[in-house]
């Protein structure tokens, strides 16, 4: 059994869902590569932005995404939170419902996401802003 973890920060980005697979990939590098069986973890360390699992092709998902979690949280709302802005309190629930962290298998040195599936980073602040994961791989090595 082999444990590896690495921090991983995005470049800024503005509201919107962006799809980062192979970000991640890249930044696991060789050391992915090592595992024939195990567990990725990524974990998203902020309070306005969220990570998912959805459809990897088509860029309209994406923006729909976005467009349905504006609908389920307005910035319009008379939050009483809003110490960095209109956008501040919608983007914590939006997060809060779509969560921070993924757990995803590994299989043969890969993740092991299915054909259709990739990792979305979703920026819920107008504003952009640069977001780290921390990224934490248990499993079995290849020998």
């Not at 192979?22 to 990570?51: D, I, K």
Request: proline share 4%; glycine share 8%; with cysteine.
């Amino acid at each position: 059994m082999g444990w590896f973890q690495i921090t991983h920060m995005f470049p800024a980005h503005g509201k919107g869902s962006y799809l980062v697979t192979r970000e991640l990939e890249q930044a696991m590098g060789s050391e992915l590569r090592q595992y024939r069986v195990g567990m990725c973890n990524v974990f998203l360390q902020h309070t306005s932005a969220s990570l998912c699992l959805n459809e990897n092709v088509c860029p309209e998902v994406r923006q729909d995404l976005t467009m349905a979690l504006d609908h389920m949280a307005p910035d319009s709302l008379n939050y009483k939170h809003d110490d960095e802005g209109p956008d501040d309190m919608p983007g914590h629930v939006k997060s809060a419902v779509m969560g921070v962290s993924l757990d995803i298998p590994i299989r043969d040195g890969r993740l092991a996401l299915g054909t259709w599936q990739g990792i979305y980073l979703c920026e819920h602040r107008v504003h952009q802003h640069r977001r780290t994961v921390v990224i934490t791989v248990q499993g079995e090595k290849r020998k």
